[in-house]
């Protein structure tokens, strides 16, 4: 049964628990150890639900992403309990930059954090052991069917299984989930440079077929990242594409090697089946450049932990559909923008010439308008773009 359960919580939870464990090993069975399968390690556990969470590495497990962290994934960390950390450095908002145009706007609440994705991994998995977690590390899961769970040395049963396995998920695979409705195909590389932040905004920046997206991580070091459709497009290629950022970069050195990661836009028909539910990558994914990963993995995990209390996965897969909605609108909106050289050139100077409509937008992308201010300010998007 799970310790560590505070009276808060409630006898209610600790007797759903007791009775969904009887006949299984464990309530829950995590397969992949991201930070969508520990926030729902997290999630499961502060309802009382016993948890174990395997995964085939071992702690910190990188990934190359812009490493910048929204105000809204902050505040959804701090719903399922998981405090903000010391580390990292914040930023204000975001800006746009074009050869010849810039915007920037700031967040309407709050301010964002660059926080290395080890040190992002490394805070999760303290949380996760706090609340009780079973962690199996270097423990490759080897098949799913109905309620076991095949590892390489023993077969364990769970009420639930949740696949956190990444964008070509095994558990989705083994599930029959795998039926991807839509998928646009993106590659980022990632360098972190020692060098101080030069900005309070984390900046992208636009060129022809790709952009740079730099996130400060501390007082003294910076993430770029660039993404392109090309998965031979290198950073260093990229760089000369941005003679101004290049020139601040030639005076530093690299503190990181390059390194890379797929950077998709995919949704899935469905993200449920029987006792089987996917979070994380495995669930779907938007493109990095919208910065809402860990958003979505948080999310998603607070409503997961909220259909496992009530025993209908249903209510999981609607909650999923509306969580990412925004960012999903946001990601087809950029996409467009990387697609279209003219569309993007219009934007840029549309968006300069009135930053209100981009603090509008990034409003829209925190989720702080309703439907009616999203749609005027589409239109009056539409508008400035038609007529730049």
Known sequence: MAQDLS??????????ALEISLGFDTDVFILGGGPAGLATAIAARREGFRVILAD???????????EGLM????????????????????????????????????????TGLGVRRTFLHEWLVRHAEREGVELKWNSPVRGIQDTNVRLAQQTMTARWIVGDDGMRSSVRRWAGLDHVKSERIRYSFRRHYRIAPWSEFVEIHWAEGCQLYIT????????????????????????????DVKA??????????????????????????????????????????????????????AALAAALRSGDLAQYQHAHRQIARRPMFMADLMLLMDRWPGIRARALVALEAHPHLFADLLAIHEGGLGTGKIAATAAMLGWEVATA
């Open 56 to 66: 085939a590495q071992c702690p910190p497990i990188d990934k190359a992403c812009g």
């Open 216 to 243: 400060p991580v501390s007082a003294a070091e910076i993430c770029v990242v660039v993404m392109s459709r090309d998965s031979q497009f290198r950073l260093d290629q990229a760089l000369s594409l941005f003679p």
């Open 248 to 301: 601040r970069l030639d005076k530093c050195e690299p503190a990181t090697v390059e390194r890379g990661a797929l950077a998709a836009t995919q949704r899935l028909k469905r993200v449920i089946r029987g006792n089987i539910a996917l979070v994380g990558d495995a669930s779907g994914t938007v493109d990095p450049i919208t910065g809402k990963g860990v958003y979505l993995g948080f999310q998603q995990a």
């Open 71 to 110: 105000p809204d994934s902050l505040a959804a960390a701090a719903r399922l309990g998981i405090d903000v950390p010391s580390e990292g450095h914040p930023f204000k908002g975001i800006r746009f930059s074009g050869p010849t145009n810039s915007v920037a706007a700031e967040f309407s609440h709050g």
């Open 7 to 16: 009276p808060a919580r409630g006898a209610a939870k600790i007797e759903v």
